[in-house]
């Protein structure tokens, strides 16, 4: 989770070129309207599967659904989902992510800490929630 340009998809490169030949790692990439980050992460190593949201800002439980066919499961050790959701929008992480990443970066603000604490916590949502 990140807002657009801060590493998302750096970060899933880097992580796959890592685990080439130690793990079965798959990826999901949720986009609105290309292939792009899902077709990074293949040339880095990784089998990516694409879903394009159609203007939705994030993945939801339907698309996944329709996309994990797509991959074959009993294989797979690592499964990354690049979640299109941005920490300002409201919304918590979704509950079938069992591990989370917030991807901040410098150009964004120093006060993003501030302004969503449950993201910084691990917590989850937008806004001026506590967790």
């Known amino acids: 989770m990140a807002s657009p340009g801060a590493g ?3 970060l899933i490169e880097q992580t796959v ?8 790692h798959r990826m999901i990439n ?15 190593g990784a ?16 698309m996944l659904h329709d996309a994990l066919p797509r ?4 294989s797979i050790d690592l499964l990354i989902v690049e979640n299109g ?6 919304g918590r992480f979704c509950a ?11 150009p964004e603000g120093d006060d993003k800490p501030y302004k969503y604490p449950g993201m910084y916590r ?3 949502g937008g806004g001026n929630q506590q967790d």
């Open 8 to 10: 998302k998809t750096s």
């Open 17 to 24: 070129r890592a685990l080439n030949g130690k793990t079965a």
């Open 30 to 44: 949720g986009d609105i309207a290309t292939s792009l980050d899902a077709d990074r992460a293949a040339a880095a």
């Open 47 to 62: 089998t990516a599967v694409q879903i394009n949201t159609g203007g939705e800002c994030h993945l939801d439980a339907v």
């Open 71 to 74: 991959l074959d499961l009993h």
């Open 85 to 90: 959701r941005q920490p300002g929008l409201s």
């Open 96 to 106: 079938w992510h069992p591990q989370k990443c917030l991807v901040a970066s410098i």
């Open 122 to 124: 691990g917590g989850g």
